[in-house]
């Protein structure tokens, strides 16, 4: 990832103090962003990803990978991945061009509130299943909704949320985003 966010900054003229303004990831977050150095909440992904006015599958992808073509598929374990410690993510169909709503696989290993900073909010909608497991969604307005294999959720994102693993090992959902 870090090899993309240099070259999608670069192509966008901006220094990495100045997309840490627009973007408001702090500047040494950024950097450590470009050197692979960090991993980071889907709220600071998606702020840099909206700063340099592109899709976050532009920082997943790999770069020399063509865009694909109509109909695309993706694979749960081949994807390209990230890891925010607490959630762990596939982006799939990145390459499918114009996309309008981001599917991800994700795992579920927070177990508890505490294990973040604050909640995440983005604009946009979530649509999350569970696969395995048992997870709730906490909310900040004080709601949780608890889910089971095969239940689901659809939510507005930009209030503040975060999911929790119920199970004894990490919990598998599928979630779509759109970003507006």
Known sequence: MGQQLRAARKACALTLKQL??????????????????????YEKFTAVARALNIDISQLLSDPD?????????????????????????????????????????????????????????HAGQEFIVVLSG???????????????????????????HLYLSLSARDAEIMVVMTSA
Do not use: W
């Open 20 to 41: 840490s303004a627009v973007s408001g990831v702090a500047l040494s977050t950024l950097s450590k962003m470009e050197l692979g150095q960090v991993s980071v909440s």
């Open 65 to 121: 990978a063509h865009p694909g073509t109509v109909p695309t598929q993706a694979s749960t374990t081949q994807s390209p991945d990230y890891d925010t410690g607490n959630y762990s993510y596939r982006l799939l169909a990145g390459d499918y061009p114009q996309r309008t709503m981001t599917p991800m696989y994700g795992r579920i290993m927070a177990r508890s509130v505490e294990d973040f900073d604050g909640f995440i909010r």
């Open 134 to 160: 048992k997870i709730r969604i906490c909310f900040e307005s004080g709601e949780n909704l608890t889910l089971s294999k095969h239940e689901s959720a659809y939510f507005d994102s930009g209030q503040g």
